[in-house]
């Protein structure tokens, strides 16, 4: 199994982060931190593989701990580290690049978005602990895959470039919806069970929101088509509705 630390200081992003880890196959969360100090200090204690690392952290920067988790005398090279926060300015980019990481996402971001990087990350580490003595062509393979400290799509972007991850049309939200607000839900949209899905109230429970506010962003995800909409029917009142993703 490949160990995960998550680290975001929002314990809704992190529980969230934590959940779409956990869904995909050989992936476990060793543990989640919510500062720079307390995910150096579990880096020692739990000895993770993969550290998945908010920049903006209320003690120290994100980088700062990249530096750290990846700087000269770091035992055994230190973790690998993947970058998920909302800074998209080609400094933090580069920085992170320069620093170590494997791969860099942009919050706000759909949940199998994660999901694929952490597929890939697992992939590249496979082929990389299968090397013995390669040769020109397996090298080149592995360092084109862009998770093993080239920089992810998201990262090659000039400066001042926006970084779009997800559709045009789910990004144009109507007044009174928030971006950040919609990848909460959408985060927890996407760590439901395909078949089941989840109601606006199973919803509100894990982003934190109100039933009201959780089916507002369920509904426009479905006008969007990024998300689709079935009635449940039980023995008496009105069909619940269960939002899917697509």
Sequence with gaps: MIRVLVVDDDFMVARLHSTLVSRVPGFEVAAVAHSGAEALGLVRETAPDLVLLDLYLPDVSGLEV?????????????????????????????????????????????GRLLSERLERYAQERREFESLTAP???????????????????????????????????????????????????????????????LSASECAEHSGLSRVSARRYLEHFVATGTARVTLRYGTTGRPERRFHRV
């Design 135 to 197: 040769g020109q062509e397996e090298l080149d393979r592995v360092f084109s895959g862009g998770g093993t400290g080239a920089p992810d799509a998201a990262a090659r972007v000039p400066e001042g470039a926006a970084v779009v991850t997800r559709t045009a049309r789910a990004r144009a939200l109507p007044k009174g919806l928030t971006e950040q607000t919609a990848a909460l839900v959408r985060a927890a949209l996407d760590a439901s069970p395909r078949e089941t899905g």
């Design 66 to 110: 990249l530096r750290q988790l990846r700087g000269a005398g770091a035992p055994g090279g230190g973790p690998d580290v993947l970058v998920i926060t909302a800074a998209r300015d080609a400094e933090s980019v580069r920085a992170a690049r320069h620093g170590g990481a494997v791969q860099y996402v942009v919050k706000p971001f759909e």
